[in-house]
C-alpha cells in the first residue's frame, strides 16, 4: 500500500519561501513518478509540479518561482516555492503512481496559507 505524508506547510508573508516535502513508502520510489497538487478554498484541486520519467515539468502559473526535486535515497520529493503569492494559498497534496501512468496515491495534505 502507498503512503504520502507531506510536511512543511505553514503561514509565510507574500514573497517568502516555502519547501514541501512528500516521504513515500509502499512502491519503487526510484520508478515512481511524483506530483504536487494544490486545492484552494471553494475551487477543483489542480495540478502544481511533476516529475514523469525523471523530468520535471510545471503549471505556468509557478514556473520560475518553484522546483521540484526527489531524492531517490530517503524516498522523498521536495517542493521549493519562492517568491509565494497569496494566490497560493491552498491545501498541497503529494501524488504518486507507476512511471508512465497516472497519480493514483495521494497524501493527506499540507496547507500553506500566503498573506499579503
Known amino acids: 500500500q502507498v503512503q504520502l505524508v507531506e510536511s512543511g506547510g505553514g503561514l509565510v508573508r507574500a514573497g517568502g519561501s516555502l519547501r514541501l516535502s512528500c516521504a513515500a513508502s509502499?512502491?519503487?520510489?526510484?520508478?515512481?513518478?511524483m506530483g504536487w497538487f494544490r486545492q484552494a478554498p471553494g475551487k477543483e484541486r489542480e495540478f502544481v509540479a511533476g516529475?514523469?520519467?525523471?523530468?520535471?515539468y510545471y503549471r505556468d502559473s509557478v514556473k520560475g518561482r518553484f522546483t521540484i526535486s526527489r531524492d531517490n535515497a530517503k524516498n522523498t520529493v521536495y517542493l521549493q516555492m519562492n517568491s509565494l503569492k497569496p494566490e497560493d494559498t491552498a491545501v498541497y497534496y503529494c501524488?504518486?503512481?507507476?512511471?508512465?501512468?497516472?497519480?493514483?496515491?495521494w497524501g493527506q495534505g499540507t496547507q500553506v496559507i500566503v498573506s499579503s
Open positions: 501524488a504518486s503512481g507507476d512511471q508512465g501512468a497516472e497519480y493514483d496515491s
Open positions: 516529475i514523469k520519467w525523471n523530468i520535471p
Open positions: 509502499g512502491r519503487t520510489f526510484s520508478r515512481s513518478d
